[in-house]
């Protein structure tokens, strides 16, 4: 988006870290164009609410689905409800190609703009019809070349023919570590709403200091890694946007871009900020085998929060 100019407008979340719904619309000005949706560690967002309101509001929506390949809400994949949305193919995606990524639209002139950023020349060429507005730039595109690496794609569609079956092991360890996680004090494991897939990119609990005599977050995950359980992780650089100082002050990296001055600080979304600050979470495997690794880290966490006092 800052790239293209255009002005990112951050939105509060609920306590899962999705976008809030209720706080789109008092955001929504003449000048907005989109809403962007994000389903964060591979749980789907809200979708009916905000497809009621893009379409209302008459606005594009468009989904991040970094973290949800093959992810469903209401029994639809996401990345399916709006205009367009884009997928992460990197590391540790649920689906994944080492790098890269893909677009999913079925909006013909959306498709035509990806490919002058993505595919310039030959497949722009031979893709987007003659007496199209944008068929004149096909051999320059917009001077953009964020195509992904033809190996990657190999990769990830490979990866894509076992796709359910992974998601389907995941579902089943997710659903023994909510079982397990959420009766360990410490730690509080909100099971998926009614008719809300995840892909499980991770599963996450919020840490509840005040079930642990106030014992801090830090020092209960440094204890958990001590006990061997290191994929407990505190999320890092998937923070709320406000915190980043992209957001805070971008013009040192973006001279003249049209809001330069200061827009974002600490502080401004307090639900996202607590979230985060309070999450503790974890990879969810998907192999039967796995299942004894998932016990050994409710192992850890069990012995953990009932050894806190030692923690103080
Ligand atoms: C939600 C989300 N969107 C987008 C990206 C960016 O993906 P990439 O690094 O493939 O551009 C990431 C990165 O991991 C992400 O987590």
Known sequence: MFQLGAVPVLCETRPDGNIDPGRVAELITPRTRAIMVTHLWGKPAEMTDLT???RDRDLDLLEDGSHAHGASHGGQKVGTFGLASAFSLN?????SGGEGGFVLTDDDD????VLTFAHYNKRARNEIPEGHPLAQYAVTGAGL??????LAAALAHDQLSRLDAYLAGR???AAYLIRELGQIP????????EGVKSSWYAL???YRPDQLCGLPLDRFHAALVAEGATEFDRPGSTCPLNQLPLYQHPSPLFPGYPNARSRYREGDFPVAEKAHAHTIKLPVWHREQDLKLAEQYVSAARKV???HKELL
């Open 171 to 173: 579902e089943e360890i």
């Open 204 to 206: 996450t609990a919020t």
């Open 110 to 113: 959306t498709y035509y703009r």
């Open 186 to 193: 410490g730690l509080e494991v909100s099971p998926m709403p």
């Open 145 to 150: 070349k964020l195509r992904i690496h033809p």
């Open 52 to 54: 009621t309101l893009a």
């Open 305 to 307: 929060s009932e050894h």
């Open 91 to 95: 590391g540790p995606k649920p689906l």
